[in-house]
Every structure is written in structure tokens, then in C-alpha cells.
């Protein structure tokens, strides 16, 4: 598993090196963390979490990484904290101790789906919103509870509806809130540059701008298939007239759908976070925390021109599998709930592309013999 890998890296270079111990305490941790949680109706829950955290005892701000919710309601179960790892560790890396939150009703969290926007034709955007932004306020309450935290610097990341969950946090933001980062941010989509009632939509952001003071940081691509340019930016001009501070970042095409812009292009959206998060003081290392390359070799079934699609994968997070076929087709699968299921998933993709049968070459970072 490629923090397991990390891990075991960073102990051997400190065992072995005695003049490094300085870089001893620049490694991650990672932690399945359960969040308990009560609510102000006396509810109280576990939501299910992972911790991604740089070693040592710190104090280290806290970054709260928020998903999104899928088009089809049967896929929220299936969601793991896991799918988003890359991209927390990408924040973990720049000296923050890093949260992913599976909010209420998505993967092993407890209580019930509380974020529905309603019919179509009359969605409550505003209701969502909030509903999704205490999940993330709770998530918050845990971590400045945490011995290596440090409450005073806190920023809300999100993607897609958990974008807009901490767009909405920050319109009643707790004790510490810096800054709010939002890959291309929304709701209500049912397919692509298909909105429910788009202006609630833009409306709800308007109204969350009137109280929200902490700088935003926007990020929408330009075919984004969900929230396409112009609604992209009827979102941002109506949160910053209504008094919000937004900067907006019309980020290139990537893939076929550049909703899924942080999970698929982390080198692109990484300088514009930097640069964001230096401007506003909130940058707290000089240098990010290095990791080290796998050396697995590919399996020897695949080509030279797959080989990137092998390295696409060994990038992935856990519960992960690789199979491939004896004509050199391949798929592969991650961030599942378990190893059963990422290994039933990548032979089903790699069926899709071969009629030889297919294998499964390697789980996680383990090659199967």
C-alpha cells in the first residue's frame, strides 16, 4: 500500500542515517479515523473518516477534504475515504493534518441521507448546502480536539457538492475557518449541462456570500460537464456581489469531463493552490514532504505502450487491483471498500478490452503469483 511503502521508506532512512533526524519527522501517517459526532437535536454518530497527517507531534492545521455526491443514489454506499487519499495527501504534504469525512449517508458513515436537494423543479439548495456543511463542522469540532492540531489555521476543501458544502460552511464558519478551497463546486446535476432549477442554484450561492468573509478559492475547468463555464461563473458573481471574497480559476480542459479535475489532474491544480494558500499566509512548509517511487515492475503481459496506465495505477489508493490479459489489454480499479471487490472490478475492466481472459497481476502494491 503506497503509505505502508512510505512508511517503511522513512524508517529505514532513519534508522540507517543518524545525521537525519530532522528528515525523520517529515514523513505522513495514515489512519482510518472514526469521527464521532453529536448533533445539536442530541444525535450523536460516527462518520467515517481517514487521517492523513504528517509525523510528529506537531501542532499542524487542519484541512478538512469533503467529496462529492454521485449522480446515481445507489453509488453512495459504496464511497470510501480512500478514492480521495492522493488528493489528501497532497495537502498533508504541505504540513497539514488532513481529514477526509464521509458525510451523513455516504459509504460507512452512520445516520441517514440529510443532504437532498428536493424535486427538480424546486430544489433547496440553501437547506442541502447547510446540511452538508455541518457534517464538515462536526469533522472540524473532532479535529481541534486533537493534541496535534493546531485550531487557529483551519481550511475546508471540497469537491463537487462538498465543494459547496464548504463554500456553505464558511457563510457560518467556526472558530479558525482561514480559507475554503471548492473543485468545481455545486449540486443538482442530472446529467451533463443538465442543472436542477440552475438559478436556485446560483441564488443559494448569492446567499451564502452575504456572511462568508474567509477567501475562497475556486476551481472549475473549462468542460466541466456538470457546472460548465457560464454557470461556473454566475456562481462566483453572485456569491462576490452579495459581499464574498472568490478567486476564480478558469483551469484547461482535462480528460472528458473536467468535473473530475482533482482526482485526474493533481500536477495542474496544485500550483494554483500554492499560490493561494501563500497569499493569504497559510503555507506551512517551505518544501513538501517527499515520497518515494515505487520500483514494482509492470507485469510482463503488458506493453510498452500500456506502461503508463500501470504507473496511473501504482498512483492510485488502496483497495486496489491490476489485471491484465495475455494480449497485453488491462483494468484496474482503486479506492474501493475492500480487496475482494477492487479485484472483482479490475477483471471486469479488463474483460471490456480482450476476449483472452484476463488475470489479476497485482493488489495493492503486491504482485500475484
Not at 464521509?102 to 441517514?112: A, C, I, L, N, T
Not at 478559492?217 to 468542460?223: G, K, T
Not at 480559476?249 to 485526474?264: Q, R, T, V, W
Not at 480499479?333 to 480487496?339: E, H
Amino acid at each position: 500500500m503506497f503509505l505502508r511503502r512510505l512508511a517503511l521508506f522513512l524508517l529505514l532512512v532513519c534508522t540507517a542515517v543518524a545525521t537525519a533526524a530532522p528528515a525523520c519527522a517529515q514523513g505522513l501517517t495514515q489512519t482510518l479515523q472514526p469521527v464521532p459526532v453529536r448533533y445539536s437535536d442530541g444525535t450523536a454518530l460516527t462518520l467515517e473518516g481517514l487521517l492523513i497527517r504528517p509525523t510528529g507531534p506537531g501542532p499542524f492545521p487542519i484541512a478538512i477534504v469533503s467529496h462529492g455526491s454521485p449522480r446515481d443514489a445507489a453509488e453512495r454506499a459504496t464511497m470510501t475515504p480512500l478514492r480521495l487519499a492522493p488528493q489528501a495527501q497532497e495537502f498533508a504534504r504541505r504540513g497539514w493534518a488532513t481529514l477526509i469525512v464521509m458525510r451523513r449517508g455516504y459509504g460507512g458513515s452512520g445516520g441517514g441521507f440529510v443532504e437532498s436537494n428536493g424535486a427538480c423543479d424546486n430544489p433547496n439548495y440553501l437547506q442541502s448546502g447547510e446540511r452538508s456543511a455541518e457534517d464538515i463542522r462536526q469533522a472540524i469540532r473532532f479535529m481541534a480536539q486533537q493534541p496535534f492540531a493546531d485550531a487557529s489555521r483551519i481550511i475546508a476543501v471540497g469537491v463537487s457538492a462538498g465543494g459547496l458544502a464548504s463554500v456553505a460552511l464558511s457563510a457560518n464558519p467556526p472558530p479558525g475557518l482561514a480559507a475554503v478551497i471548492s473543485f468545481a463546486g455545486g449540486r443538482g446535476s442530472r446529467g451533463d449541462n443538465d442543472v436542477c432549477t440552475s438559478d436556485r442554484l446560483v441564488a443559494a450561492f448569492g446567499v451564502f456570500g452575504r456572511t462568508a468573509r474567509a477567501p475562497n478559492l475556486w476551481i472549475y475547468a473549462e468542460n466541466d460537464l456538470f457546472f460548465g463555464p457560464e454557470l461556473a461563473h454566475r456562481f462566483h458573481a453572485a456569491f462576490t456581489a452579495s459581499g464574498g471574497k472568490a478567486e476564480f480559476i478558469d483551469a484547461p480542459a482535462n480528460g472528458k469531463d473536467g468535473h473530475f479535475l482533482f482526482s485526474a489532474a493533481i500536477p495542474l491544480w496544485t500550483p494554483y493552490v500554492d499560490r493561494f494558500l501563500t497569499a493569504h499566509n497559510l503555507a506551512p512548509r517551505k518544501t513538501l514532504i517527499a515520497l518515494p517511487e515505487s520500483k514494482l515492475a509492470p507485469p510482463p503481459e503488458l506493453g510498452e505502450r500500456n506502461r503508463q496506465g500501470f504507473a496511473d495505477y501504482l498512483a492510485a489508493p488502496d483497495h486496489k487491483a491490476f489485471a491484465v490479459s495475455p494480449d497485453g489489454a488491462f483494468g484496474w480499479k482503486s479506492g474501493q471498500r475492500d480487496q475482494a471487490l477492487a479485484r472483482q472490478l479490475a477483471l471486469e475492466n479488463c474483460a471490456k478490452h480482450t476476449q483472452k481472459g484476463c488475470r489479476v497481476a497485482v493488489v495493492n502494491d503486491t504482485p500475484m503469483r
